[in-house]
């Protein structure tokens, strides 16, 4: 019995560790760019990512922009204890802007993630990090202070007009949903496959990010980057890429 206590307490303790990692960790031991590069304009608080899209618009807002994911340059790689913590240089270039006033064509801000070193033994599992190139994001800024905070995110369509996404749900006990999303994970790795340079292009993992009135949206992408987006209609299972962004 002492023994089972022990086993279950020394669980708990990893588990809190792991996730203290994550979301507790004091103002003292949050991990610290070692540099900032000089075309950032923004920031994020304690540069940590904004996961999920339901975050946002908080009431001290001044400024709303809609901006999709240009680039996402690591530049710096830092260790703290058994965590490695990768620092990125992310851009948004700016689609609209809905509220107040911001002079600059992109966003620019800094934000990290974290994984445990190869000695650590630590296992984790995580969403993706949220900022791949192509995705479309609302922010939403304090500008009160010399340097904009973004205090709100959602992720947005990226269809025109980039309004709030319709997240599909997939109930698998439903035998007609569970068809649904076969044919689609099925007409869009046959595309994959006919495309000219797919064999010069990585293969990664295929995820049904939004669904519309009439198609589905589903990123090809990997943990850290977006390989493209593609539209299925839901009548005929036909596959297009969506066309990058231009400018």
């Not at 075309?39 to 400024?63: Q, S, W």
């Not at 809609?66 to 913590?85: F, I, M, P």
């Not at 984790?124 to 709100?152: C, M, Q």
Request: a positive charge; one cysteine or more.
């Amino acid at each position: 019995m002492i023994a089972e206590k022990i086993g279950v307490l020394s669980l708990v303790l990893m588990i809190s560790l792991v996730l203290g990692c994550e979301e507790n960790v004091s103002p003292q031991r949050l991990p610290q760019p070692p540099s900032v590069p000089e075309a950032v304009n923004c920031c994020l608080p304690t540069n940590k990512p904004i996961y999920f899209h339901r975050e946002g618009p908080p009431k001290r807002a001044d400024v709303g922009v809609s901006a999709y994911c240009k680039e996402v340059k690591e530049y710096a790689k830092t260790v703290q204890g058994d965590w490695v913590n990768y620092w990125y240089e992310i851009t948004c270039r700016v689609i609209k802007i809905t509220e107040g006033q911001w002079a600059e064509p992109n966003l620019v801000f800094v934000s990290y993630d974290s994984w445990p070193t190869s000695q650590s033994g630590i296992l984790v599992k995580k969403a993706e990090f949220p900022y791949r190139t192509g995705k479309v994001f609302h922010f939403w800024l304090n500008t009160s202070k010399d340097s904009a905070l973004i205090v709100g995110q959602q992720q947005r369509s990226v269809i025109p007009p980039h309004g709030v996404i319709k997240q599909p749900f997939w109930d698998f006990k439903d035998p007609n949903r569970k068809q649904t999303y076969d044919r689609i994970m099925k007409a869009t790795t046959a595309f994959l496959d006919q495309q000219k340079d797919s064999t010069t292009k990585p293969r990664g993992a295929l995820k049904v990010i939004e669904e519309t009135h009439d198609a589905f949206v589903v990123e090809h992408y990997d943990y850290r980057h977006s390989f493209g987006m593609m539209l299925v209609d839901k009548g005929t299972y036909k596959v297009r890429l969506i066309p990058p962004f231009s400018k």
